[in-house]
């Protein structure tokens, strides 16, 4: 048996073909759909980038407990489990965030992996003089010094043919063994894509299948910010984004075609995810991370293939996500989820669309505390200004690309065991809490909305019997999870009754 995993980031379901796109040129997206079960209700957990892929490989929410940090040496790690159970396991990948400090543990749970460099600010070519670029818009990215955008600049010059782009090497080298281990059995291959993530730059080839005017700046990679820009420079983005998805599409037609010259459907678990979507404008923001998760962000595409059912081309309303996969995959190898994974196993759902929960948690660590139930969405805030109570619990104290500061580990408690820590006790440091847009407190309240009558989540809905249930939900999904108490005080649930009401 064998198992591929292929991830893009930042990737819109509602601008794919499958998912009712008509503008966006993506067939090989409608093709894969056709050969699969295609998920309606499937859910971001965690975010954005390391946590959701410390769910892929854990099984169990991250946003709780951790911002965006390692592995840490009590999780189970999937890819691991397997080695350790004669499966083989390699990962392909051009995302530069597994080679920073806070995402250095998890190719390592690979017997091997591939890293194609250059993307964003991978520190990839080394240039001591100011990198030469055209006039920006105000819009533009950017951060000061020797940073990211700087290396951004730097890594650009080496991009220059679609030959060259990061994801057209990682496919490259994803089918590379796939063909060198056709006949071997028994392996596990995550191929894993940056794109479309951004900064937006797609090869001309792409650009050309959506022609539009525009003579402003340059403009390629938005301010995770609110929208400032004009409908010209809006439209501009979205256009680039939608030509990043059709270079997307173009390799995963690739792909498809070495499945089918391969007849890898008859043996082989086909996984393809995002680890969530992207704004381009939509409620007046830009990207992600600061403003509550709507569902452009949350709301994710999904496709999965069985060989064991053979069920495709059919639509799956089962409520999903991330934290699904890795007993599934377990289980495809036979062998059983641990006891710390939270994750449903889906073999059944693949094979019949049982349903496997009746509601779902998802959120960012700092940010609202997020439940729905399929049809609605219920966006817990902050019960203070603040956002306080937070805190980290971690063995592994580092963050995006760094350790934690000095300052911080010296406010350093112990923390005793929670039961997913396998006896460890952990650190329990000060968090900082999730942006609050001082122009925007709007972003910050508790909002309700229903997906059936309001799926762009235009106008919060005020119902209050819903809104019980659906702090019932909240309530006992946090607590199944584990979540520490100051979470509940952060919301103000601290004093929640049975059935949902607040004393």
């Known amino acids: 048996m064998k198992c591929i995993v292929l991830m893009f980031d930042s990737l819109n379901r509602h601008m794919l073909e499958p998912y009712g796109c008509d503008w966006i040129h993506t067939p090989n997206f409608q093709r894969l759909s056709e050969k699969t079960i295609t998920f309606d209700k499937s859910y971001i957990g965690s975010m954005p980038c390391m946590p959701a892929r410390r769910e892929l490989h854990t099984g169990r929410l991250n946003f709780l407990h951790r911002s965006w940090g390692p592995i840490e040496p009590f999780d189970d790690s999937v890819p691991e489990l397997l080695a350790k159970n004669g499966v ?3 990962l392909v990948t051009d995302h530069w965030h597994y080679f920073q400090e806070g995402g250095a543990t998890y190719h390592t749970r690979f017997k091997s992996w591939e890293f194609v460099r250059g993307l964003e600010g991978d520190p990839w070519k080394g240039e001591v003089r100011e990198p030469e670029k055209p006039e920006l818009s105000p819009g533009q990215f950017t951060l000061p ?58 090869h001309e080839v792409h ?14 990679w938005p301010k995770y910010n609110k929208v400032a820009e004009s409908e010209k420079e809006i439209e501009h983005l ?29 043996d082989t678990m086909l996984i393809v995810c995002t680890d969530h979507g992207y704004l381009l404008g939509e409620h007046g923001w830009w990207a992600k991370n600061k403003m509550p ?25 089962a409520l999903v996500q991330m934290i699904d996969f890795a007993p599934t995959i377990l289980d495809f190898f036979g062998m059983t989820a641990t006891k710390d994974m939270l994750g449903k196993d889906l073999t059944d759902t693949l094979a019949n669309d049982t349903p496997v929960r009746d509601a779902l948690l998802f959120g960012h660590f700092g940010g609202h505390v997020n439940v729905t139930d399929g049809r609605y969405v219920y966006m ?51 968090g900082f809490p999730q942006h609050i ?63 949902g009401d607040l004393a």
Not at 164 to 190: S, V
Not at 387 to 409: I, R
């Open 293 to 317: 998760w709507y569902n452009e962000l949350a709301n994710t595409p999904l496709f999965i293939w069985d060989p064991r059912s053979q069920r495709k081309d059919v639509r799956s309303e």
């Open 238 to 266: 979205r256009y680039l984004y939608a030509a990043r998805v059709s270079q997307c599409d173009e390799h995963l037609g690739k792909f498809l075609d070495l499945m089918d010259e391969q007849d890898r459907w008859k």
């Open 207 to 220: 650009q050309k299948l959506y022609p539009h005017d525009y003579e402003g700046k340059f403009f390629d």
């Open 380 to 430: 817990r805030g902050f019960a203070d200004p603040a956002n306080k109570p937070l805190y980290e619990y971690t063995l592994m104290p580092t963050k995006l690309a760094h350790t934690f500061p000095v300052s911080e580990l010296q406010q350093i408690q112990m923390q005793e065991p929670f039961s997913f820590t396998k006896g460890c006790r952990v650190m329990k440091i000060p």
């Open 88 to 90: 083989y396991t390699h």
């Open 145 to 202: 010094g020797l940073s990211k955008t700087r290396q951004d600049w730097v890594n650009r010059k080496y991009i220059r043919e679609p030959a060259d782009q990061p994801q057209a090497q990682t496919f490259e080298l994803g089918m590379e063994f796939m063909r060198g281990n056709k006949d071997a059995d028994n392996w596990f291959l995550q191929i894993e894509c940056f794109d479309p993530h951004e900064p937006f730059t797609p």
């Open 437 to 499: 847009p001082r122009d925007a407190p709007y972003e910050c309240k508790t909002l309700l909305f229903d997906n059936e009558n309001d799926y762009a989540q235009n106008t919060p809905l005020n119902d209050p019997a819903v809104e019980k249930r659906m702090i019932g939900l909240l309530h006992k999904l946090m607590k199944e999870n584990e979540a520490p108490l100051e979470q509940y005080e952060r919301i103000g649930l601290s004093t929640i009754k049975d059935g």
